[in-house]
C-alpha cells in the first residue's frame, strides 16, 4: 500500500473481539481513482506473497473499497466517507469496553 501512496495507514488488532477477522488495516486515497490504484496494487502485492482475497468490495464507486483477505481485511476509504464512518473509533470503543469489564 505505501508504494500505492496510501495515507493514513493504520492496523487495529480485531481477533480478541469479533470472528469476522484478526486485523483490520484502515487507510485513505486521495480520488477514486488512487483508491482503485491501491486496491489493484494490494491484489497484486497479496498475489504474488501467496496471498488468497476472499472478495472484493465497493472497487466500482471506489469511495470505499473492502480488500477481504479472511483474517486480515483492508478497508481503503474516500476521506470523506473515512470520517463519517470512522470505524477506527467504533474498534477502538470496543476495546476500551472489554479492558474496563
Do not use: C, Q
Not at 496510501?6 to 487495529?12: Q, S, T
Not at 468490495?57 to 478497508?75: F, N, P, Q, S, T
Amino acid at each position: 500500500m505505501s508504494e500505492k501512496k496510501a495515507e493514513d495507514v493504520e492496523v487495529i488488532e480485531v481477533g480478541t473481539r469479533t470472528l469476522i477477522a484478526d486485523y483490520f488495516v484502515i487507510a485513505s486515497g486521495t480520488s477514486n481513482t488512487h483508491i482503485r490504484a491501491i486496491a489493484d496494487g494490494l491484489v497484486i502485492d497479496g498475489k504474488h506473497r501467496g496471498l488468497k482475497k476472499d472478495r472484493v468490495e465497493g472497487y466500482k464507486e471506489a469511495r470505499w473499497v473492502l480488500v477481504d483477505y479472511g483474517d486480515i481485511v483492508v478497508h481503503i476509504f474516500a476521506p470523506e466517507e473515512r470520517a463519517y464512518y470512522d470505524i477506527e473509533s467504533l474498534w477502538r470503543e470496543t476495546a476500551l469496553k472489554l479492558s474496563s469489564s
